[in-house]
């Protein structure tokens, strides 16, 4: 009887033949710290770019000046000179290069309706690059403050 019960209280002490129940995570912990180390070291060198410097943001209104040419294009595509409605593009190329001849040569400001489809809009860009207008922008609303 005692040899059966130094067999039964070997295999409980010793737990050999039992399934383990516990994840060792020790290994688990040591991976993600490598990884999290080759993360640090790697990023700085990966964010590096080409030097170019960049245009700084200037938050200050237009000044409109009487030479300036306003043009408008509607949510229709229907584009204006100066409040006034002009029949098609070629109407548009023929006054744009009348103003692209003057000195000192007049800045484009183009307002566009905010359903206005980009290719009225485009339209418009691409008739001032045919007349030869150096200048060109673009007039909104401004936005909420801070936000």
Not at 33 to 39: C, D, G, P, Q, R
Not at 68 to 73: G, P, T
């Given at each position: 009887m005692s040899s059966a019960f130094l067999e039964m209280n070997a295999s409980e002490g010793a737990g050999?033949?039992?399934p383990m129940n516990d994840i060792?995570?020790?290994p688990l912990v040591d991976v993600m710290?490598?990884?999290?180390?080759?993360?640090m070291i790697t990023v700085p060198v990966i964010t590096q770019t080409v030097p170019v410097n960049l245009p700084q943001v200037r938050n200050q209104a237009t000044e409109t000046k009487p030479?300036?040419?306003?043009?408008?294009?509607?949510k229709e595509g229907q584009v204006f000179w100066n409040q006034g409605l002009l029949p098609d593009n070629n109407a548009l190329l023929e006054r744009l290069k009348n103003s692209a001849q003057m000195v000192p040569q007049p800045e484009l400001h183009i307002?566009?309706?905010q359903q206005t489809r980009y290719e009225f809009v485009?339209?418009?860009?691409?008739?001032?690059q045919r007349a030869g207008i150096?200048?060109?922008?673009f007039i909104t609303e401004p936005g909420a403050v801070g936000g």
């Open positions: 050999g033949d039992r060792n995570t020790t710290l490598v990884l999290l180390i080759v993360f030479e300036n040419i306003n043009i408008s294009v509607n307002r566009a309706d485009g339209r418009v860009i691409l008739d001032a150096q200048k060109v922008g």
